[in-house]
């Protein structure tokens, strides 16, 4: 079975510094991976994902994430965030074609961008 | 609709009662899920359609979970005999169809049980 562990809850970081949450995953065949950002009061929305080819993939708001197969990990990071990015972010996988379309989420990370 | 559109988005009911929870898919989206977000967690699948027929309904807790989408657009979520346990956020969200994998989730409608 696929599972998700963000390692962090929770995160505070001053504005213009870099941050990186954590992402960590299981799973017996191969996957998608995704970062969601959840504002508050609004729904999810899809930060970036991994469906092939670069392990280096970039998405809006100028998040990045890199996976590492070898270590099973699609951190999210972000070399200079503002007080926006103050958020909740969840990682989340999915099976590659052939197996359920279901997303497994981690409990995700608050991100605190503090000025 | 613009985006996925959930109704209501706030319910409080009674311990006990029977609910119904609305989404309304983005137009032309064949596939639809429902998750639940308990405080402090992450979204949990409960059931996957892919047109108007349940592909995956594993993540339905027990018998009183229920989800339907007759027409193969809008779905309504049933909960019977509700318990506190219950309260929870339920998300919607739906994509283009399968294999496709960008899910476009609504805002979700906050079950309070009582």
């Known amino acids: ?115 | 609709g613009a985006g996925v559109s959930q109704t209501p988005s706030n319910k409080v009911t009674e311990k006990g009662k029977y609910v119904e929870l609305r989404c309304d898919p983005i137009s032309g989206h064949t596939a639809l899920y429902w998750y639940r977000q308990s405080l402090g967690q992450g979204p949990e699948f409960l059931i996957y359609f892919q047109g108007t027929g349940a592909a995956d309904d594993s993540g339905l807790p027990n018998d009183r979970f229920f989800a339907v989408r007759p027409e193969g657009s809008v779905s309504t979520l049933k909960i019977q005999r509700t318990e506190r346990g219950d309260s929870a956020v339920y998300l919607c969200a739906s994509s283009l169809g399968p294999r496709n994998t960008e899910a476009f989730f609504g805002q979700g409608t906050r079950l309070t049980v009582v």
């Open chain 1, 1 to 115: 079975a696929q599972s998700v562990t963000q390692l962090d809850s929770q995160v505070p970081v001053f504005e213009e510094a870099p941050v990186e949450l954590r992402c960590n995953y299981s799973s017996s065949v191969s996957v998608y991976l995704f970062w969601y950002v959840q504002y508050p009061n609004q729904g999810l929305q899809l930060l970036l994902k991994y469906l092939s080819g670069s392990t280096l993939v970039k998405g809006i708001n100028g998040f990045e994430a890199e996976f590492n197969k070898s270590q099973t990990s699609f951190h999210l990071r972000k070399p200079s965030v503002h007080i926006s990015d103050t958020a909740e972010y969840f990682c989340a996988v999915s099976d590659s074609p052939g197996g359920s379309e279901k997303l497994v989420f981690g409990k995700g990370t608050k991100l605190t961008v503090n000025p």
